[in-house]
């Protein structure tokens, strides 16, 4: 019944090694989010898409991307790892932009060696 | 200082005690108000969702807000071990943000048996 899938569950990435992070919903929804969460504290927004319209925050790291090839399936891309982006990886949907609740994946806990 | 203030805990009560959990924030566009609940290395998941202010109950879950002071609350009736995890609490302003949340730093509750 998962409504919000992302894999892996744990990544472990060499400094400077890219990585994609993966997220998948059967919800049908049309906004997809990325946020990052590090230990003890509040998830961060990075980016999320809008259908295929995306929304980059301003002080997200150019370090990062996103893509969204179809409705169902968003990833998270990391060009160049550092020791600094280690950190729980969220992603959530919602049906629509506006007052709409968001539903959160179990996350992927990225570790950077 | 924060758009959104949570004080981090542990907040340790008793099994059957009402835990008591509070955000204060400083954004007075802010109309969305939503409680989500984190267990360790989990996604969050929403809890409750109230617009404006005044109280909503479900279940063992009360939440309020009181906009005039800045200030929302959730109380959890009847606690039991498995309440055990982190509370966030989350607000928007979807007029000026669309459906963007500021999330509190989250409080670390222990429920003991």
């Known amino acids: 019944d998962a409504m919000v899938i992302q894999n892996p569950r744990y990544q472990v990435t060499q400094f400077g090694k890219p990585v994609t992070l993966s997220c998948s919903q059967t919800?049908?929804?049309?906004?997809m989010y990325w946020y990052q969460q590090k230990s003890s504290q509040a998830p961060k927004l990075l980016f999320h898409y809008y259908d295929k319209d995306f929304n980059n925050e301003a002080d997200t790291p150019d370090n990062f991307q996103s893509r969204r090839p179809n409705t169902s399936f968003c990833f998270l891309d990391i060009r160049s790892p550092g020791l600094g982006d280690a950190a729980m990886y969220l992603c959530?949907?919602?049906?629509?932009?506006?007052?709409?609740?968001?539903?959160f994946g179990p996350g992927t806990r990225l570790l950077v060696l | 200082q924060k758009e959104v203030e949570q004080d981090p805990g542990p907040l340790s009560v008793p099994e059957g005690a009402i835990v008591s959990l509070n955000c204060t924030y400083s954004n007075s566009a802010f109309q969305y108000f939503m409680w989500y609940r984190q267990y360790s290395r989990k996604g969050p998941e929403l809890l409750m969702y109230t617009y404006s202010s005044g109280n909503k109950e479900d279940g063992r879950f009360t939440a309020q807000v009181d906009k005039s002071s800045k200030y929302i609350s959730l109380f959890i009736r009847d606690s039991q071990p498995s309440d055990s995890a982190t509370y966030l609490c989350?607000?928007?302003?979807?007029?000026?943000?669309?459906?963007?949340?500021?999330f509190g730093g989250g409080t670390r509750v222990l429920v003991k048996p």
């Open positions: 989350a607000m928007n302003d979807w007029k000026a943000a669309g459906n963007k949340l500021t």
């Open positions: 919800l049908n929804h049309n906004v």
């Open positions: 959530a949907t919602s049906r629509a932009r506006d007052q709409e609740t968001q539903y």
